[in-house]
DNA sequence: GCATCACCTAGAGG
DNA sequence: ACCTCTAGGTGAT
């Protein structure tokens, strides 16, 4: 199967799947392979012609569609965003780049295994996980497997979950399996609501603890972007405080720019604050900015160390 | 609220 | 060989 790319609903399939977005793909020779939903997805792209086969279901050009954004007018949300010379680089550099739609149960697994780490150590846990306890298909000979089903870690041992090299997000992940398992939390409804309301809900505190363990502001907001439609969700992390200190110091007052650089791990308040300023700069599209803004400064930016 | 600290892990650099 | 540091942070005190 295959599906036409237009001016309109163009997309960049390399710079797509290599933006950290998803920990699910990889490439093999000219063709990407991920999982996604209950299938193996096998893609390349030609220009604009993106060339698609899935196992064992054959998945439609909508779920194409679907999962790439296309329906997102990508010049339209680009020309919103492109407020400075620094982003406008940046969405030249990686013209195509696009949210992917993920899955809200395997973003939320995600980004909780996600903190405090790094992308090819992020990818090995995934890959543990779904091989330890998601169903395994077998397409042109290799071994691919689901993501595994709530149910499945919720009931995991812990020393199952730390055989997966997940060190202390194992009593994370299982706590909040469980919590979805048992339908305190519905990710769902979560979703229905606004960008600030559904934030608070996934941070959110009940009388015995935090309701979600291994979420913070960061890893909520990625889960807000990738997950549950929230396109002004600014998630920040490392890459992004570079960025800022480096090329928005203009957007913040020096007492604050003094205070976000000095904090090696941004605490609640001044995570809040810097994303919020984030946002109002860019719009409701901030999200799509955070992305072309994460990859050039992953490319771009020299690595230097903040700590005055 | 706000700092400080501990925490799994793999890999790089001294 | 050993340390130390870093990498898409969060939770407890």
């Not at 939320?108 to 543990?128: G, P, W």
């Not at 730390?162 to 519905?186: F, K, M, W």
Request: hydrophobic content about 35%.
């Amino acid at each position: 199967m295959q599906l036409t790319l237009t001016s309109e609903n163009r997309l960049d399939l390399n710079h797509t799947l290599t933006s950290g977005q998803t920990f699910r793909w990889e490439r093999i020779g000219e063709w990407w392979y991920g999982v996604v939903g209950r299938n193996v997805l096998k893609l390349k792209q030609n220009n604009s012609k993106l060339v698609f086969e899935s196992y064992p279901e054959e998945v439609d050009k909508e779920l194409i569609r679907s999962y790439f954004r296309l329906d997102d007018n990508l010049s339209s949300i680009t020309r919103k965003i492109r407020k400075d010379k620094v982003i406008s680089e940046a969405i030249s550099s990686f013209e195509g780049l696009r949210i992917i739609r993920q899955n809200l149960w395997e973003c939320l697994v995600s980004y909780l295994c996600a903190t405090n780490s790094n992308i090819k150590v992020i990818t090995q846990m995934i890959s543990n996980l779904c091989r330890k306890f998601g169903k395994r298909i077998v397409f042109e000979g290799r071994e691919f497997y689901l993501f595994p089903e709530s149910k499945a870690l919720a009931r995991a041992t812990l020393s199952d979950l730390t055989d997966c090299r997940l060190g202390y997000r194992a009593p994370h992940l299982r706590h909040t399996a469980q919590q979805i398992e048992n339908g305190s939390v519905n990710l769902h409804e979560i979703m229905r609501l606004e960008y600030e309301q559904a934030r608070r809900n996934l941070l959110g505190r009940s009388p015995g603890g935090k309701t979600l363990l291994g979420i913070g502001p960061k890893a909520a907001d990625c889960i807000l972007l990738f997950s549950m439609e929230k396109l002004e969700s600014f998630p920040i992390d490392v890459w992004i405080k570079r960025l800022i200190l480096e090329k928005y110091r203009h957007l913040f007052e020096d007492k604050f720019l003094h205070r976000l650089a000095s904090t090696k791990s941004l605490g609640g308040g001044v995570y809040v604050a810097t994303a919020d300023r984030m946002r109002s700069y860019f719009g409701r599209y901030a999200g799509y900015a955070q992305e072309y803004l994460y990859s050039y400064a992953r490319t771009r930016l020299a690595k230097v160390t903040y700590s005055m």
